[in-house]
């Protein structure tokens, strides 16, 4: 699939719901969801039918010139009912500069009359690597500072992705915990270290500003 050819109706099936995934996909379609006028994001855990209001009204505004209108819904779960069936006509009608994408666990989560509308494509899930803590203490200094810039700073996380990728990370850490040998108190330095993180990350400290302390404290 390519960004600027994909159009109409998507359901994007990603058994783990990794946001990191999800979105490092969207910059492959070439789909921008940031200063992007023509975007419309959804994120709410419960989607109900004034949502799909507004997804009417986002189409019946046009686009910049050669531009798309782009729906995403990256909690497709917490469609009610009323909203699926609210949904139905604004998906048989996208014009080829309308695209929405439904993004959701398991595709049997929705009604058959949403899924019979929409293309489906699984995201195949890559082997995690869940080794990441061990390989950071591998580096200096300035190595840790190279990952940084040319490894995570690219990807321009935001606020609730860098909150997943940190809860990964206090997984890694616990499992550590877990094994033991010679680590536990290694392994309570990553947790506290990681854990504050994350609230300097949920006290809206930009997401870089968090990454470069952490990779420097851990």
């Known amino acids: 699939m390519k960004g600027k050819n994909l159009s109409g109706a998507h359901l994007f099936i990603d058994s783990s719901k990794n946001k990191l995934e999800f979105n490092s996909l969207l910059e492959k379609l070439a789909i921008k969801k940031t200063n992007n006028p023509d975007f419309f994001g959804i994120e709410e855990e419960t989607v109900g039918i004034e949502k799909t209001r507004e997804i009417k009204k986002f189409f019946t505004i046009k686009g ?34 309308q695209l929405i994408i439904i993004l959701v666990s398991k595709k049997n989560i929705l009604l058959p009359t949403i899924i019979s509308r929409c293309q489906i494509s699984v995201i195949k899930q890559k082997k995690k690597n869940n080794r990441f803590l061990e390989k950071l203490a591998l580096l ?3 190595d840790r500072l190279i990952l940084i810039e040319e490894e995570i700073a690219p990807k321009k996380m935001t606020k609730n992705e860098l909150i ?32 504050h993180a994350c609230k300097l990350a949920r006290a809206n400290i930009s997401p870089q500003s968090v990454i470069d302390w952490l990779m420097i404290s851990l």
């Open 64 to 97: 910049e010139e050669g531009k798309k209108r782009i729906v995403i819904i990256e909690n497709g779960e917490g469609l009610t009912p009323e909203a699926q069936n609210s949904l139905l006509k604004t998906l048989e009608e996208l014009s080829q500069n």
């Open 140 to 142: 200096t200094l300035k």
């Open 164 to 195: 997943l990728f940190l809860e990964e990370l206090i997984g890694e850490a616990q499992q550590q915990l877990i094994e033991g040998s010679g680590k536990s108190e290694q392994a309570k330095h990553r947790i506290d270290k990681i854990n």
